[in-house]
């Protein structure tokens, strides 16, 4: 009897006393509270995502209207060339004559850059083709800013003069 009367008293006690043991386990209600978006979100990385977009225009109008800002220095052109080679040679072929290595998986074979029609169009038109697509080429707007779509024009435009400056076969 007198062990049971030990532990009612034992667990009496233990029921009465505070529901936290540990003095760590209130700190969700002392410490301070947390607003979202209180600290900015982390800068994302430049050329990450377009923030500066540019208004719609459509190829009619970039055709007439849009001039390359930038002028065809070794820089604009070693910056173009990557471009090209990482966004369009695989469609129009490292040379730009439409012989990528997956136009054979392609409904419509590529266009040649370098010996069709956009040889003789002025710099807006490939710009636009290039920000909005054109027939079965997908819109780079998204991933090419600006300056980088017109470093590719100034690349394309380097290849085109090269092919015709080349003595024909």
Same mark, same amino acid.
């Given at each position: 009897?007198?062990?049971?009367?030990?532990?009612?008293?034992?667990?009496?006690?233990?029921?009465?006393?505070?529901?936290?043991?540990?003095?760590?386990?209130?700190?969700?209600?002392?410490?301070?509270?947390?607003?979202?978006?209180?600290?900015?979100?982390?800068?994302?990385?430049?050329?990450?995502?377009?923030?500066?977009?540019?208004?719609?225009?459509?190829?009619?109008?970039?055709?007439?209207?849009? /001039?390359?800002?930038l002028q065809p220095?070794?820089?604009?052109?070693?910056?173009?060339?990557? &471009?090209?080679?990482?966004?369009?040679?695989?469609? /129009?072929?490292?040379?730009?004559?439409?012989?990528?290595?997956?136009?054979?998986? &392609?409904?419509?074979?590529?266009?040649?850059?370098?010996?069709?029609?956009?040889?003789?169009?002025?710099?807006?038109?490939?710009?636009?083709?290039?920000?909005?697509?054109? &027939?079965?080429?997908?819109?780079?707007?998204?991933?090419?800013?600006? /300056?980088?779509?017109?470093?590719?024009?100034?690349?394309?435009?380097?290849?085109?003069q090269a092919a015709?400056?080349?003595?024909? /076969?």
């Amino acid at each position: 009897m007198m062990i049971a009367g030990a532990s009612l008293v034992a667990t009496l006690a233990l029921a009465a006393a505070p529901a936290f043991c540990f003095p760590w386990d209130i700190d969700m209600y002392r410490g301070p509270a947390v607003q979202p978006y209180e600290v900015a979100p982390r800068v994302t990385p430049v050329d990450t995502l377009p923030v500066n977009g540019e208004p719609p225009i459509s190829l009619e109008m970039a055709t007439v209207k849009l /001039h390359n800002p930038l002028q065809p220095t070794p820089e604009n052109l070693e910056a173009g060339k990557q &471009l090209f080679l990482t966004n369009c040679a695989p469609c /129009h072929g490292a040379g730009g004559e439409g012989n990528g290595p997956v136009t054979k998986i &392609l409904i419509k074979p590529s266009k040649n850059v370098i010996a069709g029609a956009s040889k003789n169009l002025p710099d807006g038109y490939i710009y636009g083709a290039i920000t909005d697509g054109i &027939l079965t080429m997908p819109s780079y707007a998204d991933s090419l800013p600006p /300056h980088q779509r017109w470093q590719v024009v100034l690349y394309v435009r380097s290849i085109q003069q090269a092919a015709s400056a080349a003595p024909a /076969h």
